[in-house]
């Protein structure tokens, strides 16, 4: 009998094992106390927090967007002349969202996979890795969404845009959140030290920062490299958050959203694949 028992014990590991990590993800409820957990620690330390996200942002904004934009005046976006820094902001607070979602689905989650195996023992309860990487990609969107929601408001105290439509931008703005959460976990997934994280930022991040219309025009660019940056998931996100600041709706919204989410669901899959290939080993 227990020959039998142990037999079987032994056949359920190794089919565990040899599951194929491209499998589909296995996702529950049990995500959401993960995601709590994350959410006590971070109380304690939330104001620093929302300083260190806006500070860079709005230092930004007041640099390029009022410095350079009583040079530059209006720019035209579709045709329509806008201030230079409602150009800027419209496309800087996405860059926002996506460096507050990337630095944490980057450094902290990774502190916590790695450095502090705060994953390990949340595995000894009854939650699985996969709802711990979706609760990690959930979680980093939850914080570049109270980003952007504190830099809008300095938006609007500025006086930079009062459109209603600014509230269809909130959820978009969760929504590149979560994308570029997706797209730094593969990067956790890989990494061996938080020096492996300065390739993401020098070799993705910042050149997308240059080439998807936040700081100018895309019609400035080379039709080649206009051509390249129509599909990356920053210029995408811009595209459809641009024109609801300035009181307009995009206008090829569901191809912009259909990238996006096409991001997502790669950017997941191969996150979730590479993390239990790590976590197999």
């Known amino acids: 009998m227990n020959k039998r028992a142990n037999g079987a014990l032994s056949t359920g590991a190794r089919g565990q094992k040899d599951a ?33 996200n806006i500070a860079e942002p709005l230092m930004w904004l007041v640099a390029f967007g009022y410095g350079m934009g009583a040079l530059v005046g209006k720019v035209s976006v579709d045709g329509t002349p806008v ?12 860059m926002s969202a996506m460096q507050a979602a990337s630095f944490e689905a980057l450094y902290s989650a990774f502190s ?6 705060t994953w ?36 609007l105290a500025l006086g930079i845009s009062h459109s209603p439509k600014l509230l269809v931008a909130w959820p978009v703005l969760l929504g590149v959140g979560i994308t570029f959460s997706c797209l730094a976990l ?12 300065t390739y993401y930022f020098t070799l993705f991040l910042t050149p997308m ?16 490299v206009r051509l390249i940056s ?3 998931p920053l210029t995408n996100a811009v595209e459809l958050v641009r ?24 950017g997941f899959w191969v996150a979730l694949a590479l993390t239990r290939k790590r976590f197999r080993g």
Not at 129 to 136: G, K, N, R
Not at 251 to 259: A, D, E, M, S, Y
Request: charged share 15%; glycine share 4%; aromatic share 16%.
């Open 20 to 52: 194929s990590i491209w499998r589909a993800p296995e996702l529950s409820m049990r995500w959401w106390p993960v995601f709590l957990r994350n959410l006590l620690v971070w109380k304690k330390l939330a104001i620093p927090s929302l300083v260190g």
């Open 186 to 197: 593969i990067f956790n997934a890989l990494a061996k030290g938080y020096d492996f994280f």
């Open 243 to 266: 024109p609801l600041f300035m009181d307009q709706w995009p206008t090829h919204w569901l191809r912009h959203t259909l990238v996006l989410v096409a991001y997502t669901v790669a």
């Open 209 to 224: 920062m240059f080439l998807s219309g936040i700081f100018f025009p895309l019609e400035q660019l080379p039709q080649m």
């Open 112 to 117: 916590r996979m790695h450095v502090q195996k």
């Open 120 to 155: 390990d023992g949340i595995m000894n309860a009854p939650v699985n890795l996969d709802d711990i990487v979706l609760a990690e990609m959930l979680w980093a969107a939850f914080k570049a969404l109270f980003t952007v929601t504190a830099i809008l408001g300095v938006m």
């Open 83 to 94: 201030p230079y820094i409602l150009f800027l902001a419209s496309g800087s607070i996405c």
């Open 230 to 232: 129509s599909w990356l």
